[in-house]
């Protein structure tokens, strides 16, 4: 077990929204991309379409600061 949890700011840095939670996880690793998904999630369920992601996890950042991910580009 471990916890996770966000933060969802607006442009001018004040608080919208945020989130913890108790999830089951092999790693601190495997927490990160839990709590990164769970944001997501969470910014696409209250309507926020553009956002930028900032992590403290300097493995879960692509180095290009880009997604590297043909389906996530295309939608599907």
Known sequence: MGGT????RDHLG???VG????????NAHH???LALLHGLNLAQKININHL?????????APTDGRINNKAYNEGG
């Open 5 to 8: 949890g966000g933060v969802i």
């Open 14 to 16: 004040s608080w919208i």
């Open 19 to 26: 989130f913890s939670c108790k999830v089951k996880v092999v």
């Open 31 to 33: 927490a990160e991309l």
């Open 52 to 60: 930028l992601v900032e992590t403290d996890s300097q493995v879960n």
